[in-house]
Antibody
Framework: QITLKESGPTLVKPTQTLTLTCTFS??????????VGWIRQPPGKALEWLGV???????RYNPSLKNRVTITKDTSKNQVVLTVYNVGPADTATYYC????????????WGQGTLVTVSS | QSALTQPPSASGSPGQSVTISCSGT?????????VSWYQQHPGKAPKLIIS???KRPSGVPARFSASKSGNTASLTVTGLQADDEADYYC???????????FGGGTKLTVL
């Protein structure tokens, strides 16, 4: 059974760095083809793709984020970390991590999400 | 602005059918058979209901079907039920640089 859960601060000040952790179980991020993606959703708005990290450490990002986002993994802890630099009010959102299935190119299991507010 | 274009809203009465479109380009929807659809109820995480254009994961009712023609994908819900009222998002694989592009979502209302 695959599960994922996001954790991190609920409130971040503008210009600071946001770090969120996705802790997962039921799969290994050392298995060929496996990836973990990050998606966010501002209140009342659409889902936005942030990026993904794969089993072999390749990362792919949404170009619109202009290098403000990095994704790393710690396979020994079954964790993936999302870092968003120089946050602003537009980064206020619910952040989700999801298991990215290789052969379907789909996000087949999602975490419950965590709401992060950017405010001074 | 989302990479894939969906109508902001759709509606139908219980028992009826409704189709939601998802328009992309020859670099995403038109180039790969990796279109997915997600259902999101208010306050909940999205749930995968269609992958690889038209494949339903285990447990997803057959009332949900999907297809693709050229640069446009479509999701059809037949026999609408009250619980189908939700937001629906399409995604497409877009190559090894970005991986995935999302649609802007469609709010389905069951009248």
């Amino acid at each position: 059974q695959i599960t994922l859960k996001e954790s991190g601060p609920t409130l971040v000040k503008p210009t600071q760095t946001l770090t969120l952790t996705c802790t997962f179980s039921g799969f290994s991020l050392t298995t060929y083809g496996v990836g973990v993606g990050w998606i966010r959703q501002p209140p009342g708005k659409a889902l936005e793709w942030l990026g993904v990290i794969f089993w072999h450490d390749e990362q792919r990002y949404n170009p619109s984020l202009k290098n403000r986002v990095t994704i790393t993994k710690d396979t020994s802890k079954n964790q993936v970390v999302l870092t968003v630099y120089n946050v602003g009010p537009a980064d206020t959102a619910t952040y989700y991590c999801a298991h990215r299935e290789h052969y379907k190119r789909a996000l087949d299991f999602w975490g419950q999400g965590t709401l992060v507010t950017v405010s001074s | 602005q989302s990479a894939l274009t969906q109508p902001p809203s759709a509606s139908g009465s219980p028992g009826q059918s409704v189709t939601i479109s998802c328009s992309g380009t020859s670099s995403d929807v038109g180039d790969y058979d990796f279109v997915s659809w997600y259902q999101q109820h208010p306050g909940k995480a999205p749930k995968l209901i269609i992958s690889e254009v038209d494949k339903r994961p285990s447990g997803v009712p057959a009332r949900f079907s999907a297809s693709k023609s050229g640069n446009t994908a479509s999701l059809t819900v037949t026999g609408l039920q009250a619980d189908d009222e939700a937001d629906y998002y399409c995604t497409s694989y877009a190559g090894s640089k970005q991986d995935v592009v999302f649609g802007g979502g469609t709010k389905l209302t069951v009248l």
